[in-house]
Nanobody, 128 residues
Framework: HVQLVESGGGSVQAGGSLTLSCAASGYTRRDLCMGWFRQAPGKEREGVAAIYRGTDNTDYVDSVKGRFTISQDNAKNTVYLHLNRLKPEDTAMYYC??????????????????????WGQGTQVTVS
């Protein structure tokens, strides 16, 4: 069973940067597909980025390519989402999620979010 805890959210001005962290526990193997998602009030949840921890393979939704970067620190069992050149439309609650195996990450179906087994509680990002 994987436990996920997000942190790092906050309020920033447009053009600013934040780094979100997702600390995983209860699972030390690297065969995890981990994704970052966001949900703004009144909108559907949106997949933002994903990383397959076993190979560092990454994928992004078009709206954040070139601005957001997903990375991992294996020693800390933590996945990061670096948010740069933030825009007001990036305002949302950000969640990380995990699923065992490479399928979701390599098929692109990670974007839907529904197949992830484990979710964190979320961290709020507000851009003004």
């Amino acid at each position: 069973h994987v436990q996920l805890v997000e942190s790092g959210g906050g309020s920033v001005q447009a053009g600013g940067s934040l780094t979100l962290s997702c600390a995983a526990s209860g699972y030390t193997r690297r065969d995890l597909c981990m994704g970052w998602f966001r949900q703004a009030p009144g909108k559907e949840r949106e997949g933002v980025a994903a990383i397959y921890r076993g190979t560092d393979n990454t994928d992004y939704v078009d709206s954040v390519k070139g601005r957001f970067t997903i990375s991992q620190d294996n020693a800390k069992n933590t996945v990061y989402l670096h948010l740069n050149r933030l825009k007001p439309e990036d305002t949302a609650m950000y969640y990380c999620a995990a699923d065992s195996g490479p399928r979701l990450c390599y098929s692109g179906s990670w974007r839907r979010g529904g197949d992830f087994d484990y979710w964190g509680q979320g961290t709020q990002v507000t851009v003004s």
